[in-house]
């Protein structure tokens, strides 16, 4: 009912009291004037905040708890006051104490309690008061400062006091734990090989002995963050590549550096740390309570991600009062651990040996505060980068592996999950230092493959044959160039017949590296007779006489120049001759350019010479008399050189990429090439030479033509007739006489 209602009403009260002759707040009933009870006929007239109290004629109110009248009166009426709502947090100071906060409310106040405090019998109006951690500890058996540790309560929490030899890293309100500075003493045990990593032995050691021998008050100075820079900017000297020869050297370092952090971490002051360098990439996660820290860990950089959880962190033994996490990326190490692969040979599908094994991700520690991490209640997962992007393929597979304490790579306990180009997913079931190795496995010739070479290779050899028989008994094409075709396929042969026999017996080891070493002579020997047709065709277009070569001259840089490279190649890197899946130069240790740098510095000179020779032959084409005949002669002799320099060059250019482990259609292409040589050969220098199809039709002539016919036709030959043939035999021979 709002104020004009009520004036209306108290109105019509007094009005009834004029005319029945009662005073203003009575009621005549009958001959008697009686109090009228205005707070029943005016049930609001106070208002929600307010009671209302009748009196003898009138009325009066009173604000509730928690209101005020807006006039500063206690008492009043509806037309003279409102209750508002009392802010009690202004109006008291320290109404909940010193560890409390006032909240207002409407008609009342709330003490929400800091940290440390609490109300009295769990009343919200109560001023807030100190809890005694330490006394409600003991009461209810806790150990809150852990083995050794003092408990000591002050105003809103409490501080533990460590004896010597424990820390709680400079957080007061965490346990005791105990330190073990001798694992950073160098001479307990073996001193360091390596230089530098004495100096971080002894920061580490000076820093935990500080921890552990607190100041009389017990307070405890630690700066995790400049400790962490300190130690990452000593490691980058250790850590440039070259520094770390050995796979000691490795383990002595990964192993410090995974102690250091397991110092280092807890004194940091916040939950995430990330720190860069020149040779690392380091993020650090720490979670600190009285309680285990439950939920998910999400550790990245640029090479590498980790996948695990608190509970894994923490551990399921004595919680300390904090728990962390850190992922820590080598930048260059994978250059040093390149190396010790001697328990993956032969564990990885036993069915199949690895024809090679190298680091192909970033080297990674994961380090975590839980001291059980050789049995992880759950597995961890962690995500590689490739430092090449390649799909996994039957040649191809990606292995999780980790450093072991042997100085070598292992995959006990660490799982590979999944790949793809770029990355490897793995787990592991303890905590180390990880890396994604790529195995390549020697490449399973199909019988496809194996038919096409065998059929080729003996087709090869046939043409080869008939080469050589054709080159040594043609007496119409004998020359200095003829001479020379003859050897390069004896050459060819000789090398497509050790390839078709011994390539793939690799077994005994001394009979392969003997194949090879044949595979390597005869080869470098096609190339070698190959720079002297290019030699040779050179001085037949720039010397006009004398442009023949000594056979002497030939055979000895034909024959000694390969037995020369040979040689030296087999005193430096005996070794490198023959591997695990062919007969032929091992690729490591740069072995294989005995081969191919002979092989690129001949087809490069040739290349000079041919350019040379075409450029005097188009000369020579706009002379004034020039020798149509001789020039025509000369230009079809280079143009099968040069096809020929092109067939043989472009089958080792597919050749290396082959034995590089090559996709499958390389090798095919060099398989075909290589197969088909011989034949090209064979057509190039016999069936596309007239003097050749002649001197085949005159052979095939006298083995078809009956005998008598033979000799009646030999008979009747006139002298003037065996003239004739006599002159063109002589023009035949004019190509021999260039």
């Known amino acids: 009912m709002g104020p004009g209602k009520e004036l209306l009403t108290l109105g019509l009260l007094y009005m009834a009291g004029i005319c029945f002759s009662c005073q203003l707040g009575f009621n005549k009933i009958g001959s008697k004037c009686f109090d009228v009870n205005e707070c029943e006929y005016i049930t609001e007239s106070c208002g929600n905040n307010a009671e209302c109290f009748n009196t003898n004629g009138s009325y009066y109110c009173q604000c509730k708890h928690g209101f005020k009248n807006h006039k500063e009166t206690v008492n009043f009426t509806a037309a003279n006051g409102q209750c508002l709502d009392d802010n009690e947090c202004l109006d008291s100071v320290n109404i909940c104490g010193l560890g409390g906060n006032c909240s207002n409310r409407i008609g009342s106040y709330e003490c929400i309690c800091q940290f440390g405090y609490t109300n009295r019998a769990n009343n919200s109006r109560e001023p807030c008061i100190d809890i005694n951690e330490c006394n409600e500890a003991e009461r209810n058996g806790e150990d809150l400062c852990g083995a050794g540790g003092t408990c000591k309560n002050i105003a809103g929490s409490y501080r533990c006091r460590c004896p010597k030899g424990y820390t709680n890293y400079g957080n007061n309100r965490t346990r005791c734990s105990k330190l073990a500075c001798d694992s950073f003493n160098a001479d307990s045990g073996p001193a360091p090989s390596l230089g530098g990593l004495a100096d971080i032995l002894v920061m580490m050691r000076n820093s935990c002995l500080a921890l552990s021998n607190p100041s009389p008050s017990g307070e405890v100075k630690a700066d995790g963050e400049a400790l962490l820079e300190k130690l990452f900017t000593a490691t980058v000297a250790i850590l440039t590549p070259g520094h770390l020869d050995s796979s000691e050297d490795v383990s002595e370092l990964l192993g410090t550096v995974e102690n250091a952090i397991m110092l280092i971490g807890p004194q940091l002051k916040h939950n995430r740390t990330k720190i860069d360098t020149t040779e690392t990439d380091a993020e650090i996660a720490v979670q600190r309570g009285q309680t285990r820290p439950t939920g998910q860990i999400h550790l990245t950089n640029e090479n590498a991600a980790l996948d695990t959880d608190w509970t894994t962190a923490a551990g399921t033994g004595s919680y300390p009062g904090f728990a962390m996490a850190a992922l820590l990326s080598y930048k260059n190490l994978e250059i040093s651990v390149n190396q010790s692969f001697e328990e ?395």
């Open 344 to 738: 993956l040979i032969g564990r990885e599908n036993d069915t199949a040996v690895p024809s090679s094994l190298h680091v192909t991700s970033k080297v990674v520690s994961v380090v975590v505060s839980n001291p059980s991490t050789q049995n992880l209640s759950s597995p961890i997962k962690f995500t590689l980068r490739h430092l090449q992007d390649r799909k996994e393929s039957p040649e191809v597979k990606y292995i999780c592996a980790y450093w072991s304490e042997r100085g070598t790579w292992s995959t006990d306990g660490c799982y590979h999950q999944c790949s793809n180009a770029t990355h490897t997913v793995c787990t592991s079931e303890h905590l180390s230092s990880f890396a994604v190795l790529m195995a390549l496995y020697p490449m399973k010739h199909t019988f496809g493959l194996k038919l096409v070479s065998m059929i080729g290779l003996i087709i090869s050899l046939l043409c080869l044959i008939l080469c050589i028989l054709t080159f040594k008994f043609c007496r119409s094409i004998q020359g200095t160039r003829t001479t020379i075709h003859l050897h390069l396929c004896i050459c060819l042969f000789l090398a497509d017949l050790v390839f078709l026999a011994g390539i793939s017996q690799t077994t005994p080891k001394g009979g392969c590296r003997f194949v090879a070493a044949l595979l390597h002579y005869f080869f470098l020997g096609v190339f070698t007779w190959m720079l002297l047709e290019g030699v040779q065709l050179y001085r037949m277009v720039v010397l006009v006489f004398n442009a023949t070569i000594r056979p002497l001259y030939l055979f000895l840089t034909g024959y000694g120049t390969p037995l020369a490279i040979l040689i030296i190649s087999g005193i430096i890197r005996p070794q490198g001759y023959g591997t695990d899946e062919h007969c032929w130069l091992s690729l490591e240790h740069g072995l294989i350019w005995s081969f191919f740098g002979p092989v690129c510095l001949i087809i490069i000179i040739n290349v000079f010479f041919f350019i040379v020779t075409v450029w005097r032959l188009a000369q020579k084409f706009t002379s004034l008399n020039p020798d149509f005949s001789k020039l025509h002669k000369i230009k079809a002799f280079t143009v099968t050189a040069i096809a020929q320099m092109c067939i043989l060059g472009l089958m080792w250019v597919f050749g290396a990429f082959m034995f590089e482990e090559g996709p499958v259609a390389v090798v095919y292409i060099f398989t075909i090439l290589n197969s088909l040589q011989g034949a090209l050969v064979f057509i190039m220098h016999c069936l596309l030479s007239k003097q050749v199809r002649e001197e085949y039709a005159h052979f095939l002539s006298c083995i078809c033509t009956p005998q008598k016919k033979r000799y009646s036709d030999f008979s009747s030959t006139n002298p003037s007739s065996s003239q004739s043939q006599g002159s063109r035999s002589g023009q035949h021979t004019g190509e021999s006489q260039i």
